[in-house]
């Protein structure tokens, strides 16, 4: 089956510029994430779909930073304006979410990498 | 935050088992060990999950102790491929938020 798709990427903005970062996730899985990972870090979430619903945004930087969701399919994470600090690999994962056991595996897309000079 | 210690980094012989810990003493009894490994340049990918029974697949073993309060996950043929970070998670099944820490890079020597 297809994996999670990404787009672009790379990407390389100056600062006060706006991004933004395109995912597919796996066919039939309604649960979406974005991570941002950040050289040396481990993935640290920012958001996370149920559908076209937000379960959790508690870590995004909702002054900078937005995503949606609108047909519970592809997402769409937008960063305006853009700070050095930015400068990050972007993730996105789905999960399947039923009551299958292995179902809440998170598959991870290959990640957006962006720099901001 | 992290809710798991593990160490920084590990060698590991081409052929031989690797054993990486992992501490997790404030696991909750609803919380499953989750364990994913991420290859440079790469997003990370699942290996195994376990809520107190040991459990295996066809990557790797995970150990869990009695207490819940530590875990191993066993690569018991390394190869230079599974050079890698390798992430220890506790999580609930559902509403299953991930915190990654900084994990432990494994280096597998020819």
């Known amino acids: 089956e297809a994996g999670v798709a990404q787009s672009p990427r790379y990407k390389i903005i100056e600062k006060r510029q706006s991004v933004a970062f395109w995912c597919n996730p796996i066919?039939?899985?309604?649960?979406l994430y974005w991570y941002q990972q950040i050289l040396g870090q481990g993935p640290k979430l920012l958001i996370q779909?149920?559908?076209?619903?937000?379960?959790?945004d508690s870590q995004l930087p909702k002054d900078r930073f937005s995503a949606e969701r609108l047909k519970g399919v592809d997402s769409t994470l937008k960063i305006q304006p853009a700070k050095l600090e930015d400068s990050a690999v972007y993730l996105c994962?789905?999960?399947?979410?039923?009551?299958?056991?292995?179902?809440?595996?998170?598959?991870f897309g290959p990640g957006t990498r962006l720099t901001v000079t | 935050d992290a809710k798991t210690t593990q160490p920084p980094s590990m060698d590991c012989a081409e052929g031989r088992a690797a054993n990486l810990p992992c501490n997790h003493s404030?696991?909750?009894?609803?919380?499953?060990v989750y364990w994913y490994r991420q290859i440079h340049s790469q997003g990370p990918q699942y290996i195994i999950h376990?809520?107190?029974n040991n459990e295996t697949n066809e990557m790797a073993s995970l150990i869990i102790t009695e207490d819940r309060k530590s875990s191993t996950l066993i690569l018991p043929h390394a190869t230079l491929r599974d050079t890698a970070v390798y992430y220890c998670?506790?999580?609930?099944?559902?509403?299953?938020?991930?915190?990654f820490g900084t994990g432990t890079s494994l280096t597998v020597i020819p």
């Open positions: 066919s039939g899985h309604a649960t």
């Open positions: 404030t696991i909750s009894g609803n919380e499953y």
């Open positions: 998670i506790v999580s609930r099944l559902v509403g299953n938020q991930f915190y």
């Open positions: 994962a789905s999960s399947l979410r039923t009551g299958l056991r292995s179902s809440y595996e998170q598959y």
């Open positions: 376990g809520l107190k």
């Open positions: 779909f149920q559908n076209n619903g937000v379960v959790d």
